[in-house]
């Protein structure tokens, strides 16, 4: 069995004919190994020689430009109770504080209900007020941020896109570069915020987990916390697995899944630490359920909240929109609820009604993307394009998305800028759905007439002793005919055609005889696509 690619130490290995070895037996190519060879350093953590591609310059440069777009697509920051977010960060620069590697750890609480937590590279954690509302004491709260701090002081997540950078072959730059579509806002997101949808969803093995519970339970013990916490949170994971709660199916264990044996190694890890700590050990209980008081008593608000917000994506907006506006009823400062009433309304077409929920909830929080979004959808619709390109741009600062794109490609389209346009367009056309469609059939109608050789496939035949030509359409509209333009050497002379096509489908192919005989004499045939008429 071979060694693990992460903890092999490749560097006692300098002679090339063992480095082409290695290449062979870990079937990766050259360069990214001899690459790899230039950089083995010592994990902070662990102790242990690992590959490094990614400075820890690079690691706070990625968490910095990635948390505000991560946390934008994850529900946002919640704010109703901002003593909470205070709270959660005092206990996560506690646990930090213990750590082999100081980093400008931050940590947030966001607003979704899903039980999640995660850690971005360069230390920006964040958890779900679904997860935290689920815990029992302050040493539940320390165990979890503690997790997700070794996390990032192991690099496990620098480490993910190492791996994505070998499987290419390719360095540090591709791995930034790719895509990400499993968040909840996945399909939609654009541009650079895909790479932290992508790694806040990554799934971390076994080891890393293992790994990230061993040091984790250490750093809150040392913090003060009782490492019994450590076990009672991976029981409590354990329990819900087992039942498969969809949400936390779809939340938590995507990416940090539990195990008993990752019950019984936090029960070994706390027996240790207890025999040789001194100092107290605390549970924090009453101060932490002091903490989520004000939380926990608008529960209710939050489970009717998420009923409505399914009810919407199923499209049954009256019901949705009653169910909402009764969550209100329990909870008014959540600016998310208004939002969503402005998404039913603009749903149902009553553009009014959805500017005034959408401004209520600005009001609330305007640091949220899908509020802009929502009133310069709306803006769009009631033709006040000025004040729906403000919203927009506005939305995209915040998280690019291609709905926003899409929308303001249209708004371009409409001012007689193409070229911005198109531009619009281009970073939309690979998101799914309809936007994505719409994306693609409005951008291949700028691009096509300026470059048709990129929707057109050719291939020359024989039929019937004449040169014919196939003709692909492999665009997403029809055209109603466009002229081939063919070239040949017959005889040593250049012989010409120009043919104009009948109508081609979108997707679809035809054969068109250019009328060449086919002879001995027939050299260097040449089709090229020109003047498609959409």
Not at 150 to 175: D, E, F, L, P, Y
Not at 323 to 350: C, H, P
Not at 480 to 508: D, F, K
Request: with cysteine; proline share 3%.
């Amino acid at each position: 069995m071979y060694p693990d690619i992460e903890t092999f130490d490749y560097s006692k290995y300098v002679g090339i004919q063992r480095v082409i070895q290695i290449c062979a037996m870990k079937k990766l190519l050259l360069l990214p190994l001899l690459i790899l060879l230039a950089n083995c350093a010592t994990n902070p953590v662990t102790g242990k020689r690992e590959l490094s591609l990614i400075s820890e310059e690079s690691e706070i440069s990625i968490g910095t430009e990635q948390y505000l777009p991560s946390q934008q697509s994850q529900g946002g920051i919640y704010k109703v109770d901002p003593e909470l977010t205070a709270y959660v960060n005092e206990v996560g620069q506690r646990v930090a504080a213990q750590s082999d590697r100081q980093l400008p750890y931050e940590f947030v609480v966001l607003n979704n209900g899903v039980p999640n937590a995660w850690a971005l590279p360069g230390g920006k954690i964040a958890i779900n007020r679904g997860l935290l509302t689920k815990l029992e004491n302050e040493a539940e709260l320390a165990a979890v941020l503690g997790h997700e701090v070794v996390h990032s002081a192991a690099k496990h997540g620098a480490k993910s896109m190492q791996r994505n950078a070998i499987i290419q072959g390719a360095v540090m730059a591709a791995a930034i570069g790719a895509s990400a579509s499993d968040s909840e806002y996945g399909n939609y997101i654009v541009g650079g915020a895909e790479l932290g949808a992508k790694l806040i969803v990554t799934k971390y093995g076994r080891n890393a987990e293992l790994e990230s519970d061993f040091y984790g339970t250490n750093y809150m013990a040392q913090a003060g916390y009782d490492p019994e916490g450590a076990i009672t949170l991976q029981e409590k994971f354990v329990a819900f697995s087992e039942g498969r709660e969809t949400s936390w199916v779809d939340g938590l264990f995507a990416s940090h899944p539990p195990s008993e044996e990752r019950v019984l190694k936090n029960a070994e890890t706390a027996a240790g630490l207890k025999t040789t700590l001194t100092s107290d050990l605390d549970l924090g209980t009453e101060r932490f359920q002091q903490k989520l008081a004000y939380i926990r008593s608008k529960e209710d608000a939050y489970q009717i909240f998420d009923q409505a917000r399914s009810l919407a994506a199923n499209n049954k907006l009256d019901i949705a929109l009653r169910t909402v506006n009764n969550a209100i009823g329990k909870e008014s400062k959540d600016a998310r609820f208004f939002g969503l009433r402005g998404d039913i309304y603009l749903e149902k077409r009553q553009y009014e009604e959805a500017l005034a929920a959408y401004n209520k909830a600005l009001e609330l929080d305007d640091a949220y993307y899908e509020y802009y979004l929502g009133r310069g959808l709306v803006s769009a619709r009631q033709g006040n394009r000025a004040a729906a390109k403000d919203d927009l741009e506005k939305s995209n600062a915040l998280l690019p998305t291609a709905v926003a794109m899409n929308e303001l490609g249209q708004l371009s389209l409409a001012a007689g800028n193409t070229q911005q346009a198109k531009s619009y367009f281009q970073n939309a056309l690979n998101a799914g759905g309809q936007v994505g469609a719409s994306a693609r059939e409005a951008y291949t109608r700028l691009d096509m007439p300026s470059n048709p050789a990129a929707y057109f496939k050719t291939e020359p035949s024989i039929v019937n002793g004449k040169v014919a030509v196939l003709v692909a359409n492999t665009s997403p509209i029809s055209v109603q005919s466009l002229s081939l333009q063919v070239a040949a050497l017959i005889n040593g002379e250049e012989v010409y055609r120009t043919i104009t096509t009948p109508a081609i489908a979108a997707g679809q192919q035809i054969r068109i005889s250019t009328g060449i005989t086919a002879s001995e004499a027939l050299q260097d045939l040449r089709v090229s696509v020109t003047n498609p008429r959409l």
